[in-house]
């Protein structure tokens, strides 16, 4: 075991490499950049705006600011005789600014070194700051829709194998097709327009808890009213999804040898479906979970959105919108570090529950 | 004995009943934030809409502002540091005293220093600030004593105190002694020290931003601030903002989508809101690239000689190409685009001056439609139907102005993709060319693509809009005249360039004894040229808009100054 998760921690290397270069690549061929957004206005000269972006660093040639995002630029500008001004450069010039003075020295180390990076906006600060400080809304809202998901989906998957055919099973085939097809960002807003305030006023129309002034919300069972739209559009989709999964899987199962001997031997449809069948058919889905569960940490976009859910997926948004190179950078390396330690997961949890499966 | 027992009672009631109705009523005003979190929140460093709403609530002014005109006034005023100036003979430095009342939060005394420190900072260039344009405009700040301080300036100049008015104080006690350290320090995340109507409370990401009441505000209105706070919530978008304004989640609004708005009258009508209109200061253009979008070049170089910009081969240049763009003009039903576009909630303007502005020339009439003279201009100027049966066939040179025999009057039409008014306005406008055989293809962008074209230069026409601050200043310097028009930072995207234009605005800004009568008539010049030459196809100015929940209590708003008296205002529980 442990053999192979070293083996598989190995292979993700390049993995990942490629996934940042790659989405470095789209991020700075896309048109716009940060220097615009933070300087759009009439009053902010010419020489301003090359000051910021030389502060930026946005505009190097593309392949000096991967590497600069990758290794840092603490050894691409320095001050090699300790009197505080830079003297020395390499790949970068020296007054990137042409003002006629060095910028100062470099102070990113990079993400192999540890270092993220500092968002072109939030006041600045250190994006992995940025990132946790959002972690809590989107583990909240992908907990509770995960939960709802598995709690909802898995019984309606074992109802509908067991009733092969009928007329629950037939329901729950449309509605799991429906479920999937709906776009989660029209399914918010016709919740928000039917159960908020201006349709029949039940719940909040948006956010994370009501207004507080100070000390952030209050714990989530108090608010669960405000959980309740987000995590039913983001769980239609699990519910859809767990339920076929049940479905396939413990319809698979009853065909198993050990399924015909346990009907053999007398056993209760009850026992042979529950005791037999389920058991071994909540396999998938448990490896299943591995990546469902990481795959929580990159949020939900859309849903986050549409209801001023104050998570990781909107963070994404707002970044991308804003050209926040090393925000969107190190959510996408988060978000690919967690979906590959849950497949990894995934593997491993499937080896521990079916002793059929030996990892090497 | 008993009598005078009683009288003492129903007094002691009495004194009790009133000192209760001077009880503070409280509530929170909530207001919705569309945009992104603020990026910082220093005020020497930032200066988004969210973040200057912020500053106004906390921060105290130099200069006093009358709400009702937005004027600064020479004298005291709420929450103003300033109580006054006198003006030199020489009308170049004006001497400000200011008031020894005012604190901030953390006890220190509020005086000449922090004033002071703003007019450094913007000089030493430690930081990139959006007020970098003072030092262009101020020559000197001196420190006279502590409560008392000179603006000098190298010519007189019109709007000079509207430059004075942006060194607002600052805490400079807290400042660092390395000033490039500013982005990193805490102030620019917490404003931790203020001093205003609210005070600072809490940021959270993504969710609200809260100012608390500032309990020793010395100019409150009625001795306190009478709501427990004031917090921007942040909500998605415009169309979400509107639901829960009208959900009552949100206790104000301004400036909603014009599309919104009939549902925020009948609201009114059902007695659940309060509306102010008034007439706007945000406006519409189209503007045309007078200078070859293939090779965009500065108007100047660095020695301030001119740099050949060459034209653009439909709308031509400054001087030439008139006539073709007052045909596109004429070409336009602009009170349509304003039904259609703005659901009627806008203002037809004739020139570059709100009709709102003092120095506004009613006498000037907006170009008029009528597509069949904007078809004969066009024959006339040499570009005329490739099929001389069909009239909305495309139109080519033959003998134009601008461009070689054979061009096809084409030209891409741009705007940006979130805004539906200005894709409205795109889309009315092709279909309008398109009937005398000009071809725009129109094309969105997202917002920031559309930003980076724009500065680049290389767009052929484009819609977006300006909005005017107050108080009023009608001088054109950023939107047409070659000092701003410079490759990647430009105002004057278009590169327009009439000197006699550039001349009068100057005249009117410098004009000695600066009367308003004559400088009217300067500005009316100013408006006549910029018409005539049509750079932009002026459109409208959005009427301006607040609307508050009936449960707002106090709420009286003025066209620029919706929060003036907010420390006044209560929210009914």
């Known amino acids: 075991m442990t053999k192979f998760v070293v083996r598989r921690i190995l292979q993700a290397i390049p993995t990942l490499f490629g996934i940042s270069l790659l989405v470095y690549a789209i991020m700075l061929a896309t048109p716009g950049g940060p220097v615009a957004a933070l300087t759009f206005s009439p009053t902010v000269t010419p020489q301003e705006r090359a000051a910021l972006a030389a502060q930026l660093g946005v505009n190097d040639p593309y392949p000096v600011q991967y590497l600069r995002w990758l290794l840092g630029d603490d050894w691409m500008r320095f001050d090699s005789d300790g009197d505080g001004i830079s003297d020395t450069a390499y790949l970068i010039p020296l007054d990137a600014d042409g003002d006629g003075e060095p910028e100062p020295p470099g102070r990113r180390r990079g993400i192999l070194r540890g270092d993220f990076g500092s968002s072109f906006f939030h006041g600045k600060r250190h994006v992995v700051d940025v990132i946790f400080e959002r972690l809590g809304a989107t583990f909240e809202l992908g907990i509770a829709s995960l939960v709802v998901g598995l709690t909802i989906g898995i019984p309606v998957g074992v109802l509908a194998a067991v009733n092969r055919g009928g007329y629950f099973d037939n329901f729950t085939r449309v509605m799991a097709v429906v479920f999937n097809a709906l776009p989660s960002f029209w399914l918010g807003l016709l919740l928000l327009l039917v159960f908020g305030g201006t349709g029949l006023g039940l719940l909040p129309m948006g956010n994370r808890c009501g207004i507080v002034l100070v000390g952030g919300c209050p714990p989530f069972y108090e608010r669960l009213e405000y959980l309740f739209l987000p995590t039913f559009v983001i769980a239609v989709g699990g519910v859809a999804a767990y339920s076929r999964f049940m479905r396939a899987s413990l319809l698979d199962v009853s065909g198993q040898d050990y399924i015909r001997t346990a009907r053999a031997k007398g056993l209760s449809g009850r026992m042979v479906w529950f005791r037999h069948g389920l058991r071994n058919a909540l396999i998938p889905i448990a490896t299943l979970l591995g990546p469902t569960v990481t795959g929580v940490l990159s949020g939900a976009a859309i849903t986050e959105q549409v209801f001023s859910w104050p998570g990781v997926g909107r963070l994404v948004v707002s970044s991308i919108t804003q050209k926040d190179y090393p925000t969107v950078m190190a959510v996408v390396m988060f978000a690919a570090i967690a979906t590959i330690l849950g497949y990894l997961l995934s593997d491993m949890l499937y080896a521990l529950i079916d002793p059929r499966i030996r990892l090497r | 004995m008993k009598f005078a027992l009683r009288v003492t009672l129903v007094l002691v009631v009495l004194c009790m009943s009133s000192l209760s109705a001077m009880a503070q009523e409280g509530g929170i005003v909530v207001r919705g934030n569309a945009g992104a979190d603020p990026t910082a929140f220093d005020p020497l460093l930032i ?230 209109t008034y007439p706007g200061n945000s406006w519409d253009y189209l503007a045309f690239n007078l200078a070859d979008p293939a090779n965009p070049q500065n108007a100047t170089d660095e020695d301030g000689n001119a740099i050949d910009q060459g034209m653009h081969p439909v709308f031509g240049s400054t001087e030439v190409g008139r006539d073709v763009r007052r045909a ?41 439609s009528d597509p069949a003279l904007a078809a004969q201009m066009l024959t006339d100027a040499g570009w005329v139907n490739s099929d001389p049966d069909d009239p909305s066939s495309v139109r080519v040179c033959q003998g134009c102005a601008t461009a070689e025999d054979g061009t096809e009057m084409r030209f891409v039409l741009n705007t940006n993709e979130e805004n539906a008014r200005r894709t409205a306005i795109i889309t009315i406008a092709q279909e309008s060319w398109d009937k005398i055989g000009v071809k725009a293809d129109i094309q969105t962008l997202e917002w920031g693509s559309y930003r980076e074209a724009l500065l680049s230069q290389t767009l052929d026409a484009y819609v977006i809009g300006w909005r005017n601050g107050y108080p009023d200043r009608p001088d054109a310097t950023q939107l047409f005249t070659p000092a701003s028009d410079v490759v990647g930072g430009c105002s004057n995207c278009m590169s327009y360039d009439n000197p006699e234009f550039t001349a009068i605005n100057e005249q009117a ?28 196809i002026f459109m409208f100015v959005r009427n301006g808009f607040y609307a508050a929940g009936s449960e707002v209590n106090g709420f009286d708003p003025f066209p620029s100054q919706m929060l003036w008296n907010v420390d006044t205002w209560s929210i009914a529980q």
């Open chain 2, 47 to 276: 200066n988004e809409t969210v973040t200057s709403d912020i500053h106004a609530l906390i921060f105290p002014d130099l200069l006093s502002v009358d709400p009702a005109t937005a004027s600064i006034v020479n004298g005291p005023g709420p929450n103003a540091l300033a109580t006054g100036w006198e003006l030199s003979e020489d009308g170049l430095t004006y001497t400000f005293s200011l008031r020894e009342d005012m604190y901030w939060t953390d006890g220190e005394q509020i005086d000449a220093d922090d004033v002071m420190f703003v007019w450094d900072f913007i000089q030493s260039g430690a930081v990139p600030t959006h007020l970098s344009f003072v030092a262009d405009e101020i020559a000197n700040v001196e420190k006279i004593d502590n409560f008392t301080i000179a603006v000098s300036f190298a010519e007189a100049d019109c709007d000079a105190i509207n430059s004075i008015g942006s060194l607002e104080p600052y805490p400079s006690h807290i400042a660092p002694e390395d000033l490039t350290t500013m982005p990193d320090q805490e102030f620019n995340q917490n404003l931790y020290v203020s001093s205003g109507p609210y005070t600072f409370g809490e940021v959270r990401p993504a969710e609200s931003i809260s100012l608390l009441a500032n309990p020793d505000y010395v100019d409150a209105e009625m001795g306190f601030v009478n709501n427990d706070a004031f917090v921007l919530l942040n909500v998605p978008d415009l169309t979400v903002m509107v639901e829960r304004f009208l959900a009552g989640e949100l206790s104000i609004i301004s400036g909603p989508q014009e599309a919104r708005r009939a549902e925020i009258y009948a609201a009114e009508e059902e007695g659940r809101v309060q509306i102010y």
């Open chain 2, 328 to 368: 596109l003009n004429l070409a336009l039903d602009v009170d349509d685009i304003i039904e259609r576009a703005t659901f009627g909630e806008g203002t037809r303007m004739a020139s570059h001056l709100v009709p709102a502005s003092w120095a506004f020339d009613p006498t000037i009439e907006p170009i008029p």
């Open chain 2, 509 to 536: 800004r410098i004009l000695p004894g600066c009367s308003i009568d004559e400088r009217k008539a300067l500005y009316a010049e100013a408006q006549r040229i910029i018409q005539a030459d049509t750079p932009y």
